[in-house]
């Protein structure tokens, strides 16, 4: 069970005992004792407990730093990593223990209602049908019932159940009482028939299942099932007119065990008060119930607020996953996987334009005029195809190092006769083939044809030059070294996970440089930092030279 939604049910289980504490003090204050009011008063404030969360804003959850603050304060440890760790592995047992005792309660509870209807079914065939004839049947045409009614031996209270289909279970030891107790006791069972009372019964039954742990709604229940036998009671005897035969029939029974899920006629605990309300005849006029009504009303619904302001409901928060990203690593426990990179498109399906190519390096000479074409970059380490063959021994040499090769330049006069180099003897890019940039020694040509040679003054090793973003043509680098995060121990313990978004320096020489957080995670960045600094990658060539580069790395942290 997660640890948000056991807070919110003891948030709401807290919500629920300080309402039903004030509303349970009301009655008593206003000095309210029709039995119409009161049940019409304590079905109110048990369908405002169950319904409240609907009623009600939820809050967002505290962000983790802050629960680790208060974890911190209420064990008085220390704030560091591993005393937090510790202290939330300790709430995690608990919290597991809490889920497990809160499902079994219900499912022990369910368990015991759906036995005590299997018996309640076996009743209903058990017995005798009452005869027909009689006050029975004019009784039952009175209150506009057609239920039926059987005698039953062994059995100590009386019982209505059955929505379309009611039946009337009589003990068999009735029939030795006078028949004026008969007729009081079944005008009792029948106006439940009428009344529809047992599906009331039965969905109290339901919402005992579900907060079993709850004293509050235990307590909410019974005074609702208490005043509608109040009801009944008052009914009963304004239909009869045997208010000393009534009593007498429920001192009868008092004493006799009730059957499961089923309105007990009567129980010792309510006997004082039920024959109390029968003896004094309680009036209350109409508009003293309604300003009484309105007064509680209002206090309950104070009551409610203060309540949902002291014990706020916390919303579970929208996990969204972003676009994918260039490099993009994802995290499932102690395995890492990386996905290609997703190609991007604008709304009108054309791919975006490539960006402009960088200026040349100071100092270096700029291809003929006539040279068109981006640049096109490797992401593999060049490789000579031939032996060179110039003219000129070490000129190879010379071209990989700036002093020289600028010098070779200026004399250019000395190199007339070695103008051309055959295009199958120059430097291949293992991707694409160089284009005529600063620093490019010629443009494509069939193989075989002889090419001018051009010479650059820029340096090959690029210290101080700015990185490029990957996009566009500039490919996303081969990963040449993976080393997988560590998930925090801490993050681990509190069940945090998410996406952290870095933005990585590659330099020239394929080595992460540089990283920093774009979406922050606190608990999994430094994690994400330090394995995406140990990457290494294939170096990028710009027109043959390593080049820097910049490019966002998704981790994605998720736990299994």
């Known amino acids: 069970m997660e640890p948000i939604l ?43 407990c169950l319904l409240l969360p609907l009623l009600q804003g939820w809050q967002a959850p505290p962000a983790v730093e802050s629960m680790i603050t208060s974890i911190s304060s209420a064990t008085g440890m220390s704030g560091s990593a591993d005393v937090v760790s510790t202290s939330l592995f300790a709430w995690t047992n608990w919290l597991f223990i809490a889920s497990a005792v809160l499902a079994g309660g219900v499912l022990m509870r369910g368990t015991w ?52 289909w009611p039946v009337v279970l009589l003990p068999d030891s009735l029939l030795e009482h006078p028949g004026q107790l008969q007729r009081v006791v079944l005008c009792h069972e029948l106006l439940h028939v009428q009344r529809n009372d047992w599906a009331w019964a039965f969905g109290e039954e339901l919402v005992r299942v579900l907060f079993w742990f709850h004293p509050a709604v235990w307590w909410a229940v019974s005074r609702v099932q208490l005043a509608r036998e109040e009801v009944v009671d008052a009914q009963v005897v304004r239909i009869t007119g045997s208010r000393r035969t009534y009593i007498e029939a429920l001192m009868a029974f008092a004493e006799a065990a009730p059957v499961a899920s089923a309105a007990a006629f ?82 009108a399906g054309a791919p975006p334009p490539p960006p402009p190519p960088p200026p040349p390096p ?67 890019n293992p991707v694409s083939a160089p284009s005529q940039e600063p620093g490019d020694l010629s443009d494509a040509a069939p193989l075989g044809q002889d090419q001018p040679a051009h010479f650059s003054d820029a340096a090959s090793d690029p210290a101080g030059a700015r990185p490029i973003r990957v996009g566009g043509n500039i490919r996303q680098p081969i990963k040449t070294r993976d ?36 979406r922050s995670i606190p608990l999994l960045d430094q994690a994400a930092l330090d394995a995406v600094r140990q990457w290494e990658f294939v170096p990028t060539l710009l027109n043959g030279v390593p080049a820097p580069i910049i490019m966002s790395v998704t981790v994605n942290f998720t736990l299994n």
């Open 113 to 164: 209602v759906a036995l005590s209807l299997l018996h309640l079914r076996r009743l209903r065939s058990a017995g005798r049908t009452a005869a027909v004839g009689g006050d029975l049947d004019d009784l039952q045409r009175a209150l506009g019932t057609r239920a039926e009614i059987r005698f039953v031996a062994g059995l100590r209270q009386p019982v209505t159940f059955g929505i379309r």
């Open 483 to 518: 080393v997988k995060p560590v998930y925090p121990p801490l993050a681990a313990s509190a069940k945090v996970s998410g996406i952290v978004i870095l933005e990585v320096t590659i330099g020239g020489d394929g080595r992460v440089v540089d990283a920093r957080v774009i």
């Open 6 to 48: 056991l807070a919110n049910i003891a948030a709401h289980s807290a919500q629920v005992a300080l309402i039903v504490g004030v509303g349970s003090l009301l009655p008593w204050l206003f000095r309210v004792d029709a039995p119409s009011f009161r049940y019409v008063y304590w079905r109110a404030l048990l369908a405002l």
């Open 362 to 428: 100071p100092g270096s000479r700029v291809a003929p005029s006539g040279a068109t074409g981006p640049p096109r970059v490797a992401t593999g380490p060049p490789r000579v195809v031939d032996t060179p063959r110039i003219g000129l021994e070490g000129v190879d040499e010379m071209t990989r190092r700036p002093q020289q090769r600028s010098a070779l330049t200026s004399g250019s006069s000395q190199l007339g006769s070695i103008a051309t180099v055959p295009a199958r003897d120059q430097i291949v």
């Open 266 to 347: 009567s129980r010792r605990r309510h006997l004082f008060r039920r024959i109390l309300l029968i003896s004094k005849q309680t009036v209350v006029s109409s508009r003293r119930q309604l300003l009484s009504g309105a007064a509680m009303a209002v206090v309950l619904l104070a009551g409610s607020r203060y309540a949902v302001e002291a014990f706020p409901l916390l919303r579970v928060p929208a996990v969204t996953e972003p676009p994918d990203e260039p490099g993009r690593v994802e995290h499932r426990g102690p395995m890492m996987a990386t996905r290609p990179p997703a190609q991007r498109f604008t709304d």
